[in-house]
């Protein structure tokens, strides 16, 4: 990630400017619950239309300056000239920087055309067509094969190995396969930004088993509950794995949802099937097929949760009264990291929060200008568990 180190000077004056590169404000930690006593700023900037963080600590006797991880955004292009700009208008001797390995790439968006961030999902997306998913496609043989295989349908590949995707995406432009997205998001989760009644199959192919950590494993009972609902009439939850605990756990599942058709199979062969799959028969394992079929409509779920803040906010009247541990509950948490205050400004803060679903939790930044509140760099993604979480802070900011 590119970063400048350079001399300690005093920090600029905002808001201030420098070659198209906006900086509005500088807030300061206050180490309210961190250990790391050293002093640290984040640095808001606007730069072609998007707002991010740059973060400037102490190192040795000079500063360092480089991306916010939590705003990180794309192309790096823009970070590096953010970097860049703020040393500028600061008039500081560089002592090191790395900044000019990082090229910006303006065809960024083209070459990934078919890889879509989740907010795509939340925001855009939609189709008239029928949608298959694919969770974890691995080598991506069997995604590429069904896609081939039915152009008409839209097909949603979800993989958290980055070297996949780019294997993947490699191969959708070399055999020219359009009806694919491909998007780096958990599973669990992605279900919720899709509508109801309009998946026709969803393929879980040899997912890691986690017989250590259980919790971590694709199918529980929400799962199952969310594919059925985005399951059409007739659809069918696919799972096919080489694991027999995993099996059974799966099939304990769906044995006791209230009504439903299962079918099992073993060894059943496929049209395609994976170089591992492949291996595993070789060496005589099983291979294990459970199918649900959806018979029930689902209504649609609504998105459009309203994240704003209400009520005025004097952060200084309750700084003593938030917990300066996780809040945990069943299915959330909110936990309220760091303050920062805005150097310059009366009463004004950022605040740095972690909340929502346990395997997939949202770091933001909650901005208090004139006793007013607002998430910064827009709000969290619509989900369940970020709605509670989000109901919860505001319970505690404004009890």
Same mark, same amino acid.
């Given at each position: 990630?590119?970063?400048?180190?350079?001399?300690?000077?005093?920090?600029?004056?905002?808001?201030?400017?420098?070659?198209?590169?906006?900086?509005?404000?500088?807030?300061?930690?206050?180490?309210?619950?961190?250990?790391?006593?050293?002093?640290?700023?984040?640095?808001?900037?606007?730069?072609?239309?998007?707002?991010?963080?740059?973060?400037?600590?102490?190192?040795?006797?000079?500063?360092?300056?480089?991306?916010?991880?939590?705003?990180?955004?794309?192309?790096?292009?823009?970070?590096?000239?953010?970097?860049?700009?703020?040393?500028?208008?600061?008039?500081?001797?560089?002592?090191?920087?790395?900044?000019?390995?990082?090229?910006?790439?303006?065809?960024?968006?083209?070459?990934?055309?078919?890889?879509?961030?989740?907010?795509?999902?939340?925001?855009?997306?939609?189709?008239?067509?029928?949608?298959?998913?694919?969770?974890?496609?691995? /080598?991506?043989?069997?995604?590429?094969?069904?896609? #081939? &295989?039915?152009? *008409? +349908?839209?097909?949603?590949? @979800?993989?958290? !190995?980055?070297?996949?995707?780019?294997?993947?995406?490699?191969?959708?432009?070399?055999?020219?396969?359009?009806?694919?997205?491909?998007?780096?998001?958990?599973?669990?989760?992605?279900?919720?930004?899709?509508?109801?009644?309009?998946?026709?199959?969803?393929?879980?192919?040899?997912?890691?088993?986690?017989?250590?950590?259980?919790?971590?494993?694709?199918?529980?009972?929400?799962?199952?509950?969310?594919?059925?609902?985005?399951?059409?009439?007739?659809?069918?939850?696919?799972?096919?794995?080489?694991?027999?605990?995993?099996?059974?756990?799966?099939?304990?599942?769906?044995?006791?949802?209230?009504?439903?058709?299962?079918?099992?199979?073993?060894?059943?062969?496929?049209?395609? /099937?994976?170089?591992?799959?492949?291996?595993?028969? #070789? &060496?005589?394992? *099983? +291979?294990?097929?459970?199918? @649900?079929?959806? !018979?029930?409509?689902?209504?649609?779920?609504?998105?459009?949760?309203?994240?704003?803040?209400?009520?005025?906010?004097?952060?200084?009247?309750?700084?003593?009264?938030?917990?300066?541990?996780?809040?945990?509950?069943?299915?959330?948490?909110?936990?309220?990291?760091?303050?920062?205050?805005?150097?310059?400004?009366?009463?004004?803060?950022?605040?740095?929060?972690?909340?929502?679903?346990?395997?997939?939790?949202?770091?933001?930044?909650?901005?208090?200008?004139?006793?007013?509140?607002?998430?910064?760099?827009?709000?969290?993604?619509?989900?369940?568990?970020?709605?509670?979480?989000?109901?919860?802070?505001?319970?505690?900011?404004?009890?």
């Amino acid at each position: 990630m590119p970063h400048i180190l350079f001399e300690k000077k005093e920090l600029i004056s905002t808001p201030s400017s420098i070659d198209g590169v906006d900086f509005e404000f500088i807030a300061k930690s206050l180490n309210f619950i961190s250990n790391d006593r050293k002093i640290e700023y984040k640095v808001a900037t606007k730069y072609k239309e998007k707002e991010f963080l740059l973060a400037i600590k102490e190192k040795d006797e000079n500063y360092i300056i480089k991306s916010d991880k939590v705003t990180r955004l794309s192309p790096v292009g823009l970070i590096k000239d953010g970097l860049n700009a703020y040393v500028k208008e600061n008039g500081a001797k560089v002592l090191f920087s790395n900044t000019n390995s990082f090229k910006q790439d303006n065809n960024e968006e083209e070459k990934h055309k078919y890889l879509k961030d989740i907010n795509y999902f939340v925001d855009e997306f939609k189709t008239q067509k029928e949608i298959n998913i694919e969770i974890g496609f691995g /080598s991506g043989r069997h995604l590429l094969y069904q896609a #081939k &295989q039915n152009p *008409n +349908i839209q097909f949603i590949g @979800l993989e958290i !190995h980055y070297p996949s995707i780019e294997q993947l995406l490699k191969q959708l432009e070399l055999q020219n396969i359009t009806n694919v997205l491909v998007v780096n998001y958990d599973a669990r989760l992605f279900m919720e930004f899709i509508e109801s009644n309009q998946v026709g199959k969803i393929f879980v192919h040899f997912p890691v088993p986690w017989d250590k950590k259980p919790h971590r494993r694709i199918y529980s009972n929400e799962f199952v509950n969310e594919a059925l609902r985005v399951l059409k009439i007739g659809g069918t939850l696919e799972l096919r794995s080489d694991s027999r605990n995993y099996f059974d756990f799966c099939l304990g599942l769906l044995t006791n949802l209230p009504k439903g058709k299962i079918s099992i199979d073993i060894n059943k062969d496929l049209e395609v /099937s994976s170089k591992y799959e492949d291996r595993w028969k #070789k &060496q005589g394992k *099983n +291979i294990y097929d459970l199918v @649900l079929t959806s !018979h029930e409509f689902d209504e649609n779920i609504d998105l459009s949760y309203d994240f704003s803040f209400e009520n005025s906010l004097d952060l200084k009247e309750i700084i003593t009264k938030i917990p300066q541990k996780a809040v945990i509950f069943n299915n959330f948490f909110v936990h309220i990291e760091e303050l920062y205050e805005i150097i310059g400004k009366n009463n004004s803060y950022l605040i740095k929060v972690t909340m929502g679903n346990f395997d997939r939790p949202v770091t933001k930044y909650i901005i208090i200008q004139e006793k007013k509140a607002s998430y910064y760099q827009g709000n969290p993604l619509p989900t369940s568990s970020n709605i509670d979480a989000h109901k919860k802070l505001k319970e505690i900011l404004f009890k």
